[in-house]
């Protein structure tokens, strides 16, 4: 098991949190296979990091089929910049990086077609569509949901963003979110709180 | 209090179940990593890819149109793909041994028709498309494939579908 003490932070500036750790080892691997020459490879790591790299894109507020888009564009930005990724570790902080700054770069865009001035992401839940339509979930998870969705729509959006992939840099957040960086910390600790107080009123564990 | 309410949960912790919590809720199309390989292959080819317009509403599983699963049973189904002034409409039909692919390009024009099987294994046949537009596989490779079409002589860039399932 490869800890991940030793990754570099400045190359890529995301460090994965601790429930992406052994998908992350296993990325390294299979981007130093595809490097080395086996095809196969690069499918493997294709499986194994676009449903994180889906988790990214759609914190940030995209459609369905954009998120798509972007996390398609996203694999042929590695195709074409695989040699920019000189460590294997850091290859899966690489992908949800450009992920999240595409996503961001066309949801603003998007948001810019649509002259909305709504400056809520659309990632707050009562607004999700997504395939959630009769799913059962666990009830801790259940009352997550209810917490979440009590909290305002701002902090929600700014949850899902942190919480989504390898945790990003406030620098990024900033910029999507057009809050000062210095704002960030307060503002997550902020949310974090409103969150821990939902669930102790709804007696979770 | 005492012990492991949910005020004493880490930041981390948190985050962690509500990215848990996303994970559930908004789950990725099951053929993203199809989308993903098709799109690599399609940029490698440096082909236009063609849009998948039109299909048999009763095929099983399609989440989305970049891939196509059909019916695990015989049968015969359609499917219409779209590019820049061009057309084409796909007929398969699947026997319990075999699978055969008719089709038609919309211009009627003189073409190259590869039906290539993608994955680990890949195979190629190829025809030609007659005068009247229309082309024929008797027998296909099954499993994921593709289409190519190459135009004679090759002045634009093929043209090429996303991958569907015989």
Request: proline letters at 7%; one cysteine or more; hydrophobic letters at 40%.
């Amino acid at each position: 098991m490869i800890t991940f003490s030793d990754v570099p932070s400045s190359e890529h500036g995301a460090l994965p949190d601790s429930r992406s750790g052994a998908r992350w080892s296993a990325s390294a691997a299979a981007f130093t296979a595809w490097r080395a020459g086996d095809p196969d490879a690069l499918e493997e790591l294709v499986r194994l990091i676009s449903p994180t790299l889906w988790q990214v894109v759609r914190a940030t507020g995209v459609d369905r089929a954009t998120a798509e888009d972007v996390v398609q564009n996203t694999w042929l930005a590695l195709v074409d910049h695989a040699d920019s990724v000189t460590n294997p570790m850091a290859v899966a902080g690489w992908l949800c990086t450009t992920a999240r700054r595409d996503a961001w770069r066309v949801s603003k865009k998007i948001k810019r077609e649509m002259a909305t001035d709504d400056d809520v992401l659309g990632s707050a839940l009562p607004s999700v569509a997504g395939p959630e339509d009769g799913l059962v979930l666990a009830e801790d998870k259940v009352v997550l949901r209810r917490c979440l969705a009590r909290i305002d729509a701002r902090c929600q959006a700014l949850l899902r963003m942190l919480a989504a992939g390898p945790r990003p840099e406030y620098a990024e957040v900033s910029a999507a979110l057009q809050m000062p960086v210095g704002s960030i910390g307060p503002t997550r600790a902020r949310c974090l709180e409103k969150l821990r107080t939902e669930l102790v009123s709804q007696g979770a564990s | 209090m005492t012990g492991h309410g949910p005020e004493d949960r880490s930041d981390e912790e948190l985050l962690d179940a509500i990215a848990d919590l996303w994970e559930e809720l908004d789950p990725p199309p099951d053929d993203l990593a199809e989308g993903v390989l098709a799109r690599i292959e399609t940029n490698d080819l440096d082909a236009e890819l063609l849009t998948l317009v039109e299909w048999d509403k009763e095929l099983a599983g399609v989440r989305s149109v970049t891939m196509l699963r059909a019916p695990d049973e015989v049968g015969t189904w359609s499917l219409e793909y779209l590019g820049p002034g061009f057309r084409v409409q796909v007929r398969i039909s699947r026997s319990q041994r075999q699978a055969r692919l008719d089709g038609w390009v919309v211009p009627a024009q003189p073409m190259t028709v590869f039906l290539t099987s993608v994955g680990k294994n890949s195979s190629t046949v190829e025809t030609r498309v007659g005068e009247s537009g229309r082309f024929e596989f008797p027998v296909t490779p099954t499993g994921a494939c593709r289409l190519t079409f190459v135009s004679d002589p090759s002045s634009s860039r093929p043209l090429v579908t996303p991958p569907f399932w015989i």
